[in-house]
């Protein structure tokens, strides 16, 4: 099994930077991609950032130029630093991984924007 665990959520006032962390253990061989989701109220969860383990990155336009992704493959690690928050980034976000064509999911973390 795969065990997926977030952690870095929190409140913070617009402008803010916060850092989330995924930890992932368990049967871990080689992860392909690695990525961070989140589920508007009401609506579909929601792409936010990926990276290769090449290290290539992709982001949402919704947070480009405010977002960074990174992994430490190393230690089974994945970041995203988050800067100048908005209010419209509260959300509970989501690690996923691919590995060995398989999707696993985090239980998620609440990152809340005050304005």
């Known amino acids: 099994q795969v065990h997926l665990v977030e952690s870095g959520g929190g409140l913070v006032q617009a402008g803010g930077s916060l850092r989330l962390s995924c930890a992932a253990s368990g049967s871990i061989f080689r992860i392909d991609t690695m990525g961070w989701y989140r589920r508007p109220p009401g609506k579909q969860l929601e792409f936010v950032a990926n990276i290769a383990s090449d290290g290539s990155a992709n982001y949402a336009d919704s947070v480009k130029g405010r977002f960074t992704i990174s992994r430490d493959n190393a230690k089974n690690m994945m970041y995203l630093q988050m800067n100048n928050l908005k209010p419209e980034d509260t959300n509970v976000y989501y690690c996923?991984?691919?590995?060995?064509?398989?999707?696993?999911w985090g239980q998620g973390t609440q990152v809340t924007v005050s304005s």
């Open positions: 996923n991984i691919y590995q060995l064509r398989s999707n696993y």
